[in-house]
Every structure is written in C-alpha cells, then in structure tokens.
C-alpha cells in the first residue's frame, strides 16, 4: 500500500487519511491563525503580539483588553469562519456539479442572496439583522427556484449550473433596478454591503456564523462521503448503496445554507467559494470535494484578503474588493490551464 | 432458492410509453445469464430495474424473497453489484483509491478501512490484473485497462451477483475477450452474472443462460444452443442468417447472409 493513504486504527474503528492532505490543511489553518493575529495586533492602536494573546486570555488591561476582544476579535473571526464557510459550500457544489463553474457565486446563489439583502434594505427600510435575514431568505428561495427549474427525472449537473447562470442574470438586473431607482444615501450604503465586508462585524455575526458551521458539521460529515460516490454518476452510486437524489438533496442544502448565512454575514463576498476549493484541491492532489482543505484554504483566503486590503494597500479595502481581484487573476490563470491541457469547463 | 433475482409483470418506463412491458423474469443462481437483443429493446432498462437503479411503473423486482425496494439501499448493495454502462471517472484519480470505493457498501463513518476492505481491494484489483496499474491515473488509462478497473471497483464490492450493462462496448477485440474471461472466470467462482452484449457469438459462447428480448419483452430463454437459431435472429433482428457450430467451442455461431444472395432469396453458394 502507498504512502498516499494513511490507515488509523483503534479497535474495531478505522479512520482513512491522506498525509498531504492533513498537512497542507494544517498549515494553512496556521497560517490563518497567524495572519489573524497580525491583523488583532496592528491598527490604529498598535498591540504587541504578547499583549494580544494575553487579551485572548483576558489577562491584559482593560484598555488594550477592548480593543482586541471587542474592536478587532469579531472582525478576524468573522473572516476565518466566512472564509470556512465559503470554501466548504464551493467544495460541495462543484463536486455535485461536477463542475469548477458550480460554485455558489456563479449559479447565483450570491446574487440571490444579495437580491434579498437589497429587498429588505431599500424597499423595506430595513438594516443590520433585518438584511442579514433578507440576504438568507434571498439564498433559499434563489435556490429553490434554481433546483425546482433545472428538476426532470432529477436535478442534473449541467442544467442546474446553466439554469443557475439564467437566473442569476436576471437577478443583477434586478438588483441593478433596485439600486438605481434608490435614493442617493440608500444606494451608496447598497453598493458598500454588495462588496462584502467584514469591517463592522460584531460577536452577533461571529455566534450566526459559528452557529451555522456548527449546526451543519455532523450531517456534512454524515454525507461528505456519499458525495464522493456521487461523483462516479448516479448509477454507480446508487448500486452503492447511496439514495443519490436524497443526498444531493441533502448536500445541497447544506451548502446553500452555509453560503446564505456566509453571505448575510458578510455580504456577498466573490470568489472564495469558487477558488478555495480549486486551490485546496490543487495543493492536496487528492480526488474529491476535500471539504477540510477547502475550508482551510476559504478560512485563510479571506483572512490575508482582509489583512491586504487594510495593511497592505493604501486605503482600508473592504475584503470583498480584495478577494474579487485576486479572484479574477485565478480564474484567468484556471481558464488558461484548463484550455492548455486541452479540457473544457463547460 | 434457485432465483435468487427475478422481475414479476415489470413494466418500466421513461416518460412516455413502457420501454419494457409486463416482463416476468428469473436469473437462475449460478447462471451466467446474458441478455441480447435489438437497439431500444429495452434490455439496459431491464438490467437498470434489477439493480433498482430505476424504479417500475408497475411490478417489481425480488432480490431473496422479498420486494427489492424493500431493502435499505445499502443492504442491496451488498448482496448485488452493477457496473454501469458509463459510469464517470472522478477527476484526478487513481486505480487504488477508484477500486476501494466498491467497499462504500461495507464501511461505517468510524470504520473507514477495516483489514476486509485492504483485502477485498487487493484481491479485486488482482482478479482484474490491474495491480499494476494501481497508482495511474484512471483518466489517463486505455479503454480496456479502464474497464478491468471498473470491473475490479464492482468485484471489490463483494457481491455473490453481478450485473454488467454492455462491459464491451467501445474495446476492441482482445480487450472484450479479456473482459469476458474475467467474467467467466468469476462465473467458475460461483458468482452469479448478468450480462447485456451485442454480439450474439460472443453470448452464445459465454452463458449458460441466454435471455433474447424484443420490444420490451422477453421472447426466448434457454441455453444458448436451444435458443440461438436462424428462425430466432431473422425474427428479433431482421436478419436473414445461418446459425451453424461454432468451429472453436461447438457453440452456436451466426453468419449473416450474403447482401446479394439475400435480393435473390438464396442463403448459401450453389
């Protein structure tokens, strides 16, 4: 047996890992834990590294105490669990479409979020909470529709990535519409939440974000590897003994559910969920979702997003402007590498 | 019990009319059992409802004494395997890890790879000859080495029934040979294998038990040498044939009839 697989066995249990896998996950989540101490520590009131774990204690003065826990914790720990979020609902529904255009914000699962959002904000008036739901209403209904269109003797890959990009069209249109016919103020605070930003986070964020990752983990680990037998087509996989329409059924959900309250959050944030789990997968060189590793990889992209588009540029960026760029430059770079070894994505 | 499988007044459908009408069918335990006939005749459908891959409009199919769809999924599993007729190569893997996803059916989320599943793998995969091939990557196999891995995830899969829906189609002669002795030799195992095919030779040469279908039903069955005459092929197939013994195995061989002799009327060389 090679050294690609790794067997632990305690008793009669036995777990199935990939070193590399484990590896390359473990790094990145160090390495967005580190970034994320670095931005705890810089800003306008500088913290010494040491002061910064003794306030994450809450052993510091009062002070500095509040300005980590309560100015700059919620902002780093919303992007490490939007950035989870995002990898993992990208991971699951490019693998369900077989597909690296599949992801949540290009089937219009954002964009219908986004619609919600706007909704609530410029026609009803509404702010804060009251958006966040809209913008998770906004996901689930898009996603319905998407599902219940592309359905015929199942929901088949190709039909819910194109029916996805349909409705997702008209969609911007919409929000488009909304916005225009807005109000000056109204529009420009719109257009600020459409980027996507963690900038005025709070624990409230952090506790739905938590929440949600939390409520999903036990059936995405439940279901995680029926996904990897969906990818054989649904014949093999149900003479596997997987209910092939019920999973799907199920991991979809899970995965629109983790990208609308990603997006309610943070607003919708580009190109994490289309990219982490390219690029988890990329460095793992293992087959398969690598839910883990996209997770990490979503945790530490939005996290040194975050930390470019404050320290690194000349204005504080909100993340979303970051991530859409460095998103551009790799979907370019996937396009072309994709088009080189002779493959389509579509 | 001598059938263990077998179809009661099964009637399968797509959308519109039934592709297969009230078909009554048992697989004999042991048997190799190929099923032949014309394009769209409905035998695939048939092997797809026998797997519960797709449900009846009405009837039903009997794995052990009860209703198929009775059973967890995971349960029909383990007793009866199918290979698909394309089943899709996840992309970026390897022979090993493709071979050791035909143990899903076995393995619980705190049992991931129990020392059954190492040996189940390695005997598959040697079963197949393709041990060594175990870290290439199935998307950049050849057609027939690709189908000796999807034979060997199935094998892998323990089951004491197999179903194979056109194992065949696309190789070339060596590699159906190839694929065929394998099921032959499973077949001497004790397995019981169930086998769409196109060519009639091939059939007549591997089962024990031939299944001929037309238009949805069933309309002979037997051994190959009782079943295979020229009266059946000119029947199902329109083609105007001798059926004569098979020089290598005694098994009955189809010729079709000359293009110019048929305008005539005359079957053979005066």
Known sequence: MSARRATVRVGGWSLRLRPRTVAVSSLLVLAALAIAVVNLSTGDFPVPFGEVVRSLLGTASD?????????????????????????ISGAIFQSLTRNPLGSPDFIGLTVGAATGGLVVMLLLGGSGLSVAAGALVGCLVTFAVIYLLAFRRGAQPVRLVLMGIGVSTMLVAFDTLLIVRAKLEGAMQAHRWLIGSVNSSTMLEVALIGGALVVLLPPLVRYGRELEMLSLGDEAAVAHGVRAERSRLVLAVISVALAAVATAVAGPIAFVALAAPQLASRLTRAPGANIGAAAAMGAFLLTASDWIGRRVLPLDLPVGVVTAALGGLYLTWLLAGEWRRGRQLV | MDNRLGARGLTLAYDGSPVVDDLHLDIADGSFTVIVGPNACGKSTLLKALARVLKPRSGSVVLDGAEIASYPTREVARRLGLLPQSPLVPPGIVVEDLVARGRFAHQRLLRQWSTEDARAVSDAMRLTKVTDLADRYVDELSGGQ?????????????????????????????????????????????????????????????????????????????????????????????????????????TPLVVPVDRSRRAQGVLLPQ
Do not use: K
């Open chain 1, 63 to 87: 002070g500095t105490g509040y300005v980590v826990r309560e100015l700059r914790l919620p902002r780093v720990a919303v992007a490490m669990l939007v950035g989870a979020a995002l990898g």
């Open chain 2, 146 to 250: 690709r189908q000796r891995v999807w034979l060997a995830m199935v094998l892998a899969q323990q089951t004491s029934i197999m179903l194979l829906d056109e194992p065949t189609t696309f190789l070339d002669l060596a590699h159906q040979i190839d694929v065929l002795d394998i099921c032959a030799e499973l077949h001497e195992g004790g397995r019981t294998i169930v086998a769409v095919l196109h060519d009639l030779n091939q059939a007549s040469r591997y089962a024990t038990n031939l299944v001929v279908m037309r238009g949805g039903v069933v309309v002979a069955q037997g051994p190959p040498s009782d079943v295979m005459t020229a009266e059946l092929v000119n029947d199902v197939f329109g083609v105007p044939c001798l059926v004569i013994p098979d020089p290598a195995t005694g």
